[in-house]
């Protein structure tokens, strides 16, 4: 089961918690929709903020998402790899 999540209003104006809760939930436009697993804690995040967001149990999964390494570390690893590269010839 997931939870399908639309950010229904702005988030100008609106307090600094409220806009990192919208933020947490992955929302950054109005009318953008997301797919999250459906929890305790995603659904204690739209309660908060309900005034801003819809929320709607559905049947479909979200995809899992693969969390990719910051752009500074894919870097020094590939120098470092390079660097051992070079050492071993």
């Given at each position: 089961m997931g939870y399908r999540v639309k950010l229904m209003k702005s988030i100008a104006g609106a307090p600094e918690t409220h806009v990192s809760t919208v933020v947490g939930l992955?929302?950054?436009r109005m009318g953008e929709e997301r797919l999250l697993k459906?929890?305790?804690?995603?659904?204690?995040?739209?309660?908060s903020v309900r005034h801003l967001v819809h929320?709607?149990?559905v049947?479909?999964?979200?995809?899992p998402t693969v969390r990719r390494k910051p752009r500074h570390v894919?870097?020094?690893?590939?120098?470092?790899?390079r660097r051992a590269e070079k050492g071993r010839k």
């Open positions: 992955g929302l950054k459906d929890s305790p804690a995603t659904r204690g995040m739209v309660f929320g709607e149990v049947s479909q999964e979200p995809k894919r870097a020094r690893e590939a120098a470092r790899t």
